[in-house]
C-alpha cells in the first residue's frame, strides 16, 4: 500500500451531472471520483466524452446541474465567491497556453496576483523565482510572441503556481506542442507537482503522457468508465 | 504589474480606438471649456467694468435685461436719487455699440458724465482726456485702438459725425479697453439720445453701510415705479446675453456630457466583447468579479481623463483664439481657474465611470467557461 493511497481525499465528487440544453445534452453523468492530496491523475476518453467539462466543474469554471464535491471538506456548494476558490485553490493549464500578447513573461505570471493582498515586489519575486525554476531566466522579459511553443507553456505553468495552489488542472497542456517539448513540459510540471506536493488532474490524449499518471480515468458519454477508485 | 498599469497596457495595445475615444471625449470638453470660460469671463468682464468705475449702485429700467439696458430720461430720476441719505454723486451713462471704420467690428461707445468718479479709474497713456463736456473728441481704448489703427490726433467718425481722438486709455476691463469713450452730452447728441441714459451710477459716501445700500434699493422701488436699483453683479446676471451665453454653456455641459458618456461607453463595449476570452482567463486564473470591474472601469477612466486634459488644453486655446479674432476682439475675456479645471476633470472622471459601469458589469457577468469557448 503506498503513501498516497492512504493520505486523505482533496477532492470527492458523487453523482455529478453536467446537462445542457434543458438536458437534451449530458456533458457529465453520474460521475463519481474521489481524488488524493497529491496524486496525479489523467483523464483520457474521446473527444466529446465530458474531460474537459469534468475539469471546468471540477474548477469552478462550470456549475454542475446537480451533484456533490468537496474540495480538502469544503462542499462546493457552500463556496461563496468562486473566484476567491479558485485564486487560493487551484491552478489552470490550458492547451493553447492563454498568455496575454501584449505583456512581458513575467508580467503574465503576476497577473493572477492583481487584486491580491501581497506586495508587488513580494508577487515579483516570486515569478522570477518560477520562471527561473521553469528555465527561464533569460526570457523574463520577452513576449508570448518571441518565445516557442514550450516555452510559453512553461510560463503558463509559472503562472498557474503564482498563487500557491493545492490543485493544477490542466486541459491538454502539451496538446500544442511537438514531442521533444511535450516530453520537457511534462518533465517539469510533473517535477514541480512533485516536489511541492501538489495535486494534479491533467486532460490528455496521449497515452505516454496518461502513462507517467498515478492513476489514469477513463471517461465515455459523461460517464467514467475505468478509474473512479483510488 | 498593477491593474493600473494593466489597464493603461489594455488601452495601449489598441492605439487607434485609444487615440479616436480621447479625441472625442476632447472635442466635448474642449467645447465645454471655451464656452462656460467665454461665458463666465463674459459675466465676469460687465463686472469687473462696472466694479472698476467704483459704482455701488445701478438704476435702471426694471425691464431692461439688456447689456446696454433701454435708455430713459435722467432728469427726474436723478434728482429724486441725489436726495436720498448717503448718496455722493448719481452720474449717467449712455452706451451704444456702433461701427466706427469699414474696417472693424462694431465697438462699444460709452458717454459718461464728463468730471465725474467714472473716469476716475482710466489710466491714460497717451493724449488728454476731453477738455469739456461738449467737446467733440473721444479717446479710445488701447485694444480698441489697436482694433482701429488709431492713434491720438487720427479721425473717427460715428453716425456721419467726425471725432477726434484726443488720447488713449488703459483699463483693467476688456470692454472698456476695446471702447471708445466720449462725454455724455456728445454721446446723446451723436445717438439723438437727448437728456437719455441707460443706466445712472450712484456712488455712496464712505459712512454708507450694507443697510443704507438696502434702503436705497427699497426707496428707489417706492418713489420711483419702473426702476431698480442693483448691484453692479445683479444687473450682469440679470442681463440675457449673459443668460443666454449661460444656458449655451449648461446646454453644452449636458450634450458633451452625454456624448462623452456614449463614447466611452461603445468603446468600452467593443473593447469587452473583443477580449471576451481574455476575461474569461483572468476569470479563470482567480480574479474576482470586482476586479473585472475595476480593470475596465479603470480604463474607462483613463481614456476620460486624458480625453479630459486634452480637451482642457483644446478648449483653453480655443477661447483663446475666439477672444483675439477681429469680431470678438475687446468684447470677451475668457476666465480660467484651478477649481474650474477640477470641475471639468470631475466631469472627465464621472463621464469614464458612467460609460463604463455597464460594460465594467457585463464583462465581470461573463462566465468563465464560456468565455474560455469563445471564438
Known sequence: ?230 | MNLFRFALDNLYRRPARTGLTVSAIALGIAAVVALTSIAWGFEASWQKANDARGTDLIVTKMTSENTMPSPFKAEKVQQTLAGLPHVKEVVGLLSEMLTVSNDAPPVFVFGWVYGSYLWEHLKLVDGRWPASREEPVVVIGALAAEMLHKKTGDQVEIEGRVFQVAGIFESSAVVENGALLMTLDMAQQVTDKPGKVNVLNIKMDADATEADLRSIKEQVKQTLPGFVAITSGELVSKNAVVRISKAMSNATILIAGLVGALVVFNTMLMSINERTREIGILLALGWQRGTIIKLIVSEAVILSVAGGVVGIVMGVGIAWGLEHIELMRGKIDAIFSMPFFFAVMGLSVLLGICGGFYPAFKAARSLPSAALRYE
Open chain 1, 1 to 230: 500500500m503506498s503513501a498516497l493511497s492512504l493520505s486523505t481525499p482533496i477532492l470527492r465528487i458523487k453523482a455529478l451531472n453536467l446537462h445542457f440544453d434543458e438536458g437534451r445534452i449530458k456533458a457529465l453523468n453520474g460521475v463519481d471520483l474521489d481524488v488524493r492530496e497529491g496524486e496525479f491523475v489523467s483523464i483520457a476518453g474521446p473527444s466529446g466524452s465530458g474531460k474537459s467539462s469534468l475539469l471546468n466543474v471540477i474548477g469552478t469554471l462550470d456549475a454542475p446541474t446537480s451533484g456533490e464535491l468537496v474540495f480538502r471538506d469544503q462542499p462546493y456548494s457552500k463556496i461563496g465567491d468562486a473566484s476567491l476558490f479558485r485564486r487560493e485553490n487551484i491552478g489552470f493549464i490550458f492547451q493553447a497556453f492563454y498568455l496575454i500578447p501584449t505583456l512581458s513573461a513575467l508580467d503574465n505570471v503576476i497577473v493572477p496576483t492583481i487584486g491580491c493582498d501581497g506586495t508587488a515586489d513580494e508577487y515579483k519575486a516570486h515569478a522570477e523565482a518560477l520562471l527561473t525554476q521553469l528555465g527561464l531566466r533569460d526570457r523574463l522579459h520577452h513576449f508570448p510572441g518571441k518565445l516557442s511553443g514550450g516555452e510559453r507553456q512553461r510560463v503558463a505553468i509559472a503562472r498557474s503556481l503564482i498563487n500557491r495552489p493545492r490543485m493544477i488542472l490542466a486541459d491538454e497542456p502539451t496538446g500544442s506542442l511537438d514531442s521533444a517539448n511535450a516530453a520537457q513540459v511534462l518533465d517539469i510540471l510533473t517535477g514541480i507537482v512533485k516536489e511541492q506536493g501538489l495535486t494534479l488532474i491533467m486532460v490528455t490524449h496521449d497515452a505516454t503522457v496518461s502513462a507517467r499518471s498515478d492513476r489514469i480515468i477513463r471517461m465515455r458519454d459523461g460517464k467514467i468508465e475505468q478509474g473512479a477508485s483510488a
